[in-house]
């Protein structure tokens, strides 16, 4: 029998939990996402549930998913983001041709709504053991463009970390400081490939207002004046404590203003928030990076004891 397609709603939190828990046993990511985070997603502002989602159902279990996350910006291009994820026994190719037109009908309907004016670019990631999604994604026209790396440190034997440049005093995160965190992120990210400003909205639902968010173990280096400088984010996620018995902080978000770029700033506010990680009881610490755009940031992640653990590779497509 053919799956039967729908939109997504909320209350398909916990079969979207199950779904994902299958195709990790396959994939192995190494993420693991509970229904309440998946919840998280499915009310993200840039996600419309009735117009940009979809999924399949067979045999009274989600097969199958995608969405289509429309963007803050057009910066200059409308990077339209993708996911998908298919149950290994359902991998074939009605599947994988269904999910292809979706996405380019829905991208190019999303997009019109939003940035008619700009560019489309169609974006879907894909773990480097997701050989299927792969191969769909590349014969249906799209390119392997940006590799994004997952690094890991063990902060149970944490190597001596690089010291804080003198006179930095690094600041816990407090709610005051939102609206000047979320501009300092705009400003340090201007530059970087696929980044676009976020709304204050987004940044809350998915930052500093997300049940993940650890502000005891988030950082900022202040002026004077109070405007944020530098600054180390983390979230921790339940759900992948609860698969592997790790209790992983994940340094989310990093940045140093430009006009601070090259003195120590980084490597030591890192090496500060990993030691305050540790004091709480993490076990590991980790973070991603874009290679193409990781100038400079390698080498501090590096000083600070993190090596690559796997990746992931960006795929793309005009559409």
């Known amino acids: 029998m053919d799956p039967t397609w729908r939109p997504l709603t909320i209350a398909d939190a916990t079969e979207l939990a199950r779904l994902h828990a299958a195709a990790e046993q396959a994939d192995r990511t190494g993420e693991h996402l509970g229904a309440d985070d998946l919840t998280d997603v499915l009310t993200e502002p840039n996600v419309d549930l009735p117009r940009a989602t979809t999924a399949a159902w067979a045999g009274g279990r989600m097969v199958a998913y995608g969405i ?12 339209v983001y993708l996911e998908s994820i298919v ?37 879907h990631d894909a773990h480097q053991n997701q050989h299927w999604i792969a191969g769909v994604l590349t014969r249906a026209g799209y390119t392997h463009r940006r590799t994004i790396v997952t690094m890991r440190v063990s902060l149970t034997d944490l190597p001596t970390q690089p010291p804080l440049p ?29 980044a676009t400003d976020f709304t204050l909205e987004a940044w809350r639902h998915k ?56 003195k120590g700033i980084a490597s030591g506010m890192l090496g500060h928030t990993l030691q305050a990680g540790r004091a709480a009881g ?14 400079g940031a390698l080498g501090a992640y590096e000083r600070c004891g993190f090596r690559v653990a796997d990746e992931w590779h960006a795929y793309l497509r005009p559409a």
Not at 68 to 79: I, S, W
Not at 168 to 188: M, S
């Open 68 to 79: 289509v996350h429309r963007r803050d910006e057009a910066n200059p291009v409308h990077l």
């Open 87 to 123: 149950r290994p026994e359902y991998r074939d190719d009605a599947i994988a041709a269904h999910l292809i037109e979706w996405f380019t009908e829905t991208g190019r309907d999303v997009h019109a709504r939003s940035f008619p004016d700009a560019p489309l670019e169609l974006r």
């Open 166 to 194: 003198t006179g930095v005093q690094p600041v816990p995160f407090a709610p005051e400081y939102d609206q000047a965190t979320l501009g300092a992120r705009n400003d340090t990210f201007a530059d970087h490939w696929g």
């Open 207 to 262: 930052v500093t207002g997300s049940k993940d968010f650890r502000p005891e173990l988030s950082f900022l280096v202040l002026s004077p004046h109070g405007e944020v400088l530098a600054f180390v984010l983390s979230h921790f996620f339940a759900a992948d404590e609860a698969a592997t018995g790790v209790r992983e902080q994940y340094v989310s978000w990093i940045g140093t203003r430009k006009s601070l770029r090259g």
């Open 282 to 295: 993490y076990e590991r610490a980790l973070l991603s990076v874009d290679l193409d755009n990781a100038t």
